[in-house]
């Protein structure tokens, strides 16, 4: 058992296990085998992945989907208007390029919630105590897509029941759809 045998063996499993990768200008990129030019973008830089439009692999136009080879010069082609695709996932190589998608898309997600505004009123409605008007106007409200935050009967008479609709709104046009087709079937109602 020599110990040079040992490293010989070593290394050749290493080179088994990896591709060495250059960028234009001449640095080593180590992927693991079966690696992506996606891989590659997100091993120099996570905005060049998060913008990688195209590529060159040895000069040549490529796939960003091309399996890389040891020794690939790989240029990565990148526009400031692309973001990265959740279909790269299963063809990425490296944790690190999974792990940017998935961050760039989440971060894309908290920014889109943040960015809608939502609105809180409460309307007041006297409904005919008769079966399925509650349920009709529960219906309208989910159609005209807006949410109920709060129920609460307030008030009752022989042939009516009054009640407060706490509604969160997220499209001012869809409540004002909603108004008008209230007003439209007759229903009592106040915005308080």
């Given amino acids: 058992e020599n110990p040079e045998d040992f490293f010989e063996y070593t290394k050749l499993q290493m080179f088994q296990e990896n591709v060495f990768c250059f960028t234009p200008k001449g640095s080593v990129i180590k992927l693991p085998k079966d690696a992506t030019p996606i891989d590659f973008a997100y091993a120099v830089h996570t905005k060049i992945g998060d913008n990688a439009i195209g590529c060159e692999i040895n000069g040549k136009s490529s796939e960003l989907q091309s399996i890389l080879r040891n020794g690939d010069v790989v240029k990565i082609v990148t526009s400031k208007n692309k973001s990265p695709s959740l279909h790269w996932i299963p063809i990425t190589k490296t944790g690190k390029a999974r792990s940017a998608i998935r961050k760039y898309w989440h971060a894309k997600g908290e920014e889109k919630a943040k960015s809608i505004k939502r ?8 409904l005919p105590d008769k079966p399925g008007k509650l349920g009709a106007v529960t219906t309208l409200i989910g159609e005209h897509k807006l949410n109920i935050s709060n129920l609460e009967m307030v008030g009752k008479n022989p042939s009516y029941i009054n009640f ?15 108004i008008a087709e209230l007003k439209q079937k007759g229903i009592k109602f106040k915005i308080i």
């Avoid at 609105?119 to 006297?126: D, E, G, K």
């Avoid at 609709?165 to 997220?170: A, E, Q, V």
């Fill in 119 to 126: 609105y809180n009123t409460t309307l007041w409605m006297s």
């Fill in 164 to 178: 407060k609709f706490r509604l969160i709104i997220t499209n001012l046009k869809n409540f004002t759809n909603f």
